[in-house]
């Protein structure tokens, strides 16, 4: 029988004399080394006596808990020990070691603490300390977004526990949904990483040599037939903002963030006889401003928006404001817009994005004979080498003759769609 039992463990007392009391394990279920520590304020756990390396030693296996099997499982847990002696282990010392490496990590800079730091760092284009390192990034808010659909779970967790199995096995997981986000992920993360070795936060970048996704290219786009019913669709719209927010971006292929961005300041010559737009390279992807002009119809609702008295050149510096306090706020709920007027016209929402009427235009122009150049410049797709020559082969007149053929076309298509509204509503044939 052994000496200790759950009746034994929890009726033990501390010493009268004040010294530490052990209770020794035996018998034919007993643990040999195991045995019962009662500390004099009354505290009691289980160690267990081993010989490592010729050393005796002492190791704790854990509390004393009555009516909880704790003498059980520090049975079991001191028979795992001895174990670890007899196949040459030294179990003090991995016990040690753990408790380096979770004090380590306990005080190492965390998965966020380093995208927190690059985010601003996005923002402003300096590095940690507030050392200059380069432009900002325009994509930040994307990159933002992109962390916490994807990383929210990896916050806390220590920059020296994340190796390229995890960064492989999460880009492969989000793969499986979106090819291309997956991309993006992996694209954003070796660049964060790399600002932490820059940083001296990390010895090596887990995500350098992160899978990539095979992408399938994006071939949608909209039709002259399709562009119609979107426009008369739009010209439904009550808001001056958004019939004018959607009516540039089909028939200028300017990218969301470039109208967002757009202000009164850079809308020129509106009344006159060559009004066009400047956009600026702080707003533009690529980082080169160009210059569009803007076709008849267009100008036409720029100059109805300029007149509003909520939303025009007196309310705000911006072209599009949220109009909700804040002057300098963008729009907000394009998404939600887009999906409004496409419903209206008929078509996939979903299927069909926003960004699909850049596509458009360039098809449209390739199929009119324009130069390859021409749809370069218009929808800013040239480096900077490429801008000059753009610039030099492509004369205003042949960008705004250009526009100005796109428009008329679509105005053209427009009116046959309404005639044959017009006809099957009335029956004539």
Not at 150 to 162: A, M, N, T
Request: with cysteine; aromatic share 4%.
């Amino acid at each position: 029988m052994s000496k200790l039992t759950e009746r034994v463990c929890e009726q033990a007392k501390p010493d009268p004399a004040g010294r530490d009391l052990y209770l020794r394990d035996g018998g034919p279920e007993g643990v040999v080394g195991l045995a019962l520590r009662v500390w004099p304020s009354g505290h009691k756990g289980f160690e267990v006596r081993l010989r490592i390396n010729g050393r005796p030693r002492r190791l704790a296996v854990g509390p004393f808990h009555p009516g909880s099997g704790t003498l059980a499982r520090a049975r079991k847990a001191a028979v795992g020990l001895k174990g670890a002696v007899v196949n040459g282990r030294d179990p003090a010392a991995e016990r040690a070691e753990r408790r380096r490496t979770e004090e380590t990590q306990r005080h190492a800079p965390t998965f966020s603490q380093l995208t927190d730091s690059w985010l601003r760092s996005a923002r402003t284009g300096r590095g940690r300390g507030g050392r200059l390192e380069g432009q900002v990034r325009k994509t930040w808010g994307a990159d933002e977004a992109l962390l916490k659909r994807h990383f929210s779970d990896w916050k806390e967790l220590p920059l020296s526990v994340i190796t390229t199995a995890d960064v492989a096995t999460r880009v492969n997981e989000i793969a499986r949904r979106a090819p291309v986000a997956a991309n993006r992920a992996a694209s954003l993360l070796s660049t964060i990483f790399r600002a932490g070795v820059r940083w001296g936060l990390l010895a090596s970048n887990p995500a350098a040599e992160a899978p990539r996704a095979k992408e399938r290219p994006r071939d949608q786009y909209l039709d002259d037939a399709q562009a119609a019913r979107l426009l008369v669709a739009i010209d439904q719209e009550p808001d001056t903002r958004w019939r004018t927010f959607f009516t540039l971006s089909v028939l200028l292929g300017t990218r969301r963030g470039e109208l967002l961005a757009l202000r009164w300041d850079r809308v020129l010559d509106l009344d006159g006889e060559h009004p066009s737009i400047l956009l600026d390279g702080s707003t533009t992807k690529t980082g080169i401003g160009r210059a569009l002009p803007l076709p008849d119809t267009a100008a036409a609702l720029l100059r109805q928006l300029a007149a509003d008295p909520s939303h025009g050149r007196l309310a705000s510096p911006l072209l599009f404001s949220s109009g909700r306090g804040s002057a300098t706020e963008a729009l907000v709920g394009v998404r939600k817009a887009w999906l409004r007027v496409c419903e209206r016209a008929g078509i996939d929402g979903k299927e069909h994005h926003l960004h699909d009427l850049r596509r458009g235009l360039a098809t449209a122009l390739n199929a009119a004979g324009r130069p390859a150049a021409v749809a370069q410049h218009l929808l800013g797709h040239s480096t900077s080498s490429m801008t000059t020559k753009v610039y030099t082969a492509t004369p205003d007149a042949a960008r705004r003759d250009a526009l100005n053929e796109r428009s008329s076309a679509l105005a053209r298509a427009v009116k046959r769609h309404r005639e044959k509204v017009h006809k099957l509503a009335t029956g004539k044939p």
